[in-house]
């Protein structure tokens, strides 16, 4: 199985928003409503932002948001807080019963 | 709320067989399923495998001919065996509870594993 795509960085000022990009095929992203989003501070295990695409775990800000479109799956966060710097990683059921992840998204709070 | 905490050997010589356990606390090993996932220095995450508290099992196809994950409900835990390692499976270990068979909502917080003689 081949990692999803992420793009490497995004960046953005306090109180913007920014979207990272996580592309698959139909046989992961394209194929199922099961991607999700993690969050990485330095240092730390990854944390559950996003479950089945655009579903929110109890306690996470709703400023996260997801989405996916075809074979693309999208992590929207909005009004960027200083916090929100990280490095990010999407996940993808796949038609094989594994998990795949991609290979991860730093965003910068400029 | 459940708690993870992963345990073994921080440094494993090459060829030789990698030896992990995740104990599950503050909650029951039974009813899901359990995953290890893996980190390289500075690099992203890479998902092992999965284990469903019955024993059923599916690894990441780049390593499966490597890796057994067994579970012990008994013990509350479930563990990873990593055989024939070679500098590339030096990495930060993470085991997580993968809910639904496909989002880990909860974490270990990791343990490292060097592979060096």
């Known amino acids: 199985q081949s990692a999803l795509t992420q793009p490497a960085s995004v960046s953005g000022s306090p109180g913007q928003s920014i979207t990272i990009s996580c592309t698959g095929t139909s046989s992961d992203v394209g194929g199922y409503n099961y991607v999700s989003w993690y969050q990485q501070h330095p240092g730390k295990a990854p944390k559950l932002m996003i479950y089945d695409v655009s579903n929110r775990p109890s306690g996470v800000s709703n400023r996260f948001s997801g989405s996916k479109s075809d074979n693309t799956a999208s992590l929207t966060i909005s009004g960027l807080q200083a916090e929100d710097e990280a490095d990010y990683f999407c996940s993808s059921y796949t038609s094989s019963s594994t998990v795949v992840f991609g290979g991860g998204t730093k965003l910068t709070v400029l | 709320q459940v708690q993870l905490q992963e345990s073994g050997p921080g440094l494993v010589k090459p060829s030789e067989t990698l030896s992990l356990t995740c104990t599950v606390s503050?909650?029951?090993?039974?009813?899901?399923?359990w995953s290890w996932v893996r980190q390289p220095p500075g690099k992203g995450l890479e998902w092992i495998g999965y284990?469903?508290?019955?024993?059923?099992?599916n690894y990441n196809p780049s390593l499966k001919s490597r890796v057994t994950i067994s579970v012990d409900t008994s013990k509350n835990q479930f563990s990873l065996k990593l055989s024939s390692v070679t500098a590339a499976d030096t990495a930060l270990y993470y085991c997580a509870r993968l809910s639904a068979g496909r989002f880990m909502d909860v974490w270990g917080k990791g343990t490292t594993v060097t592979v060096s003689s």
């Open positions: 284990i469903y508290y019955t024993g059923t099992t």
């Open positions: 503050g909650g029951s090993i039974s009813g899901y399923f």
